[in-house]
C-alpha cells in the first residue's frame, strides 16, 4: 500500500561555489522507507558531503515514522558534521516539521533555487 | 458538489471503513477523510490537518492497538456533523494508560529520545479535540478526533 521510496543522489554547487549533495527523495516516506532515506544518505562521502540537501518536492506522503527517519539522518549528519537543508515541502509538512522542531535542525527552503543561494 | 451542508439529511451522516492492521492501509482512511472534509466544504490546510491526524491515529492502531495482528481489523468511523466531523479509530487494544511527553527535538538529536513517538503529539496538534478511550475488558479502544468547520471564525 505505500509508495515505494526512491532516493537519487546528484552533486551540485552552490552559486558561492561549495558542493552540495541532493537526495531527491520520491514516492511515500514511511517506516518502510528507511534504507532510501538512511540508506542514500550513508552512502555519501562523509569528508565531501558537507551540505546535503533534501528534495521533498516528489513527496506526497510523510508520516510521523517518515519524520523519524529524517531525525536519525539529522543525527547522523549532526555528529559527522554536516549540514542539511531541505526544499520542496508542501505548506503542510513545512508546518509539520515545524511543529515537530526540525527547523532549529535543518533550514527549510520552499525552491531548490532558494536553497542553493543561502548555501 | 453542493457539499454536505447543503444537503437535506439527518444531523450527522457517517461513513464507515475497514483496514486490514497491515502499514499502509492508514491511506485508505485518509482519503475517505480527506473526501468527506471536502464535501463537507473544509478548506484545503485543514484537510491537510485532518489527514495526518487520521492518518497517525491509524497508524497506533494497527501498530500498538492491534500490534500488527493482520487477523484483527481497525474500524473508521466517519460521522459528519453540521459544522464538525468526529472520527473515531477503533481497534482491539487495551487503549492508551498514559499520554506521551510532548517530542523534543532537542533530546532526540542528543540521543536522550527516541526520534519517533510523534504520532499522537500530531493528532492532537492537528485537530481541534482528540481523546483517547480504552474500552471495556481491554477490548474495542479508540481514539476520537474532531475537526470543526469554523475554527477559522473563533
Redesign the interface.
Known amino acids: 500500500?505505500?509508495n515505494e521510496t526512491k532516493a537519487r543522489v546528484e552533486q551540485l554547487a552552490s552559486p558561492a561555489g561549495h558542493p552540495v549533495s541532493v537526495l531527491r527523495f520520491e514516492g511515500d516516506i514511511?517506516?518502510?522507507s528507511k534504507d532510501a532515506v538512511l540508506g542514500s544518505y550513508q552512502a555519501l562521502p562523509k569528508e565531501t558531503s558537507k551540505l546535503v540537501l533534501l528534495d521533498f518536492s516528489k513527496v506526497d506522503?510523510i508520516?510521523?515514522?517518515g519524520?523519524?527517519?529524517v531525525?536519525?539522518m539529522?543525527?547522523e549528519a549532526?555528529n559527522s558534521g554536516q549540514k542539511v537543508y531541505a526544499f520542496g515541502l508542501?505548506?503542510?509538512f513545512t508546518k509539520?516539521f515545524t511543529?515537530?522542531?526540525?527547523t532549529?535542525?535543518a533550514g527549510l527552503f520552499a525552491t531548490q533555487a532558494e536553497a542553493l543561494a543561502a548555501l | 458538489m453542493s457539499g454536505l451542508k447543503s444537503i437535506d439529511a439527518p444531523k450527522s451522516t457517517t461513513v464507515e471503513v475497514r483496514l486490514p492492521s497491515k502499514m499502509g492501509f492508514e491511506k485508505v482512511a485518509m482519503s475517505t477523510a480527506s473526501a468527506v472534509a471536502k464535501l463537507m466544504g473544509f478548506p484545503e490546510d485543514r484537510v491537510e490537518d485532518l489527514k495526518t491526524a487520521v492518518a497517525e491515529a491509524c497508524i497506533n492502531a494497527i501498530e500498538h492497538g492491534n500490534r500488527l495482528n493482520e487477523k484483527l481489523s481497525v474500524d473508521v468511523v466517519l460521522s459528519a456533523g453540521v459544522d464538525s466531523l468526529e472520527v473515531k479509530v477503533i481497534d482491539d487494544g487495551k487503549g492508551m494508560t498514559k499520554q506521551p511527553a510532548k517530542p523534543d527535538i532537542d533530546r532526540k538529536m542528543h540521543g536522550e529520545e527516541d526520534p519517533r513517538g510523534m504520532g499522537m503529539f500530531l493528532i492532537q496538534a492537528l485537530v481541534d479535540e482528540a481523546e483517547w478511550v480504552a474500552g471495556a475488558e481491554g477490548k474495542s479502544s479508540y481514539v476520537r478526533l474532531v475537526i470543526r468547520l469554523d475554527k477559522e471564525a473563533e
Open positions: 500500500m505505500q514511511a517506516s518502510t506522503y508520516n510521523s515514522s519524520i523519524a527517519l531525525i536519525q539529522l543525527i549532526s508542501s505548506a503542510h509539520v511543529m515537530v522542531g526540525i532549529k535542525y
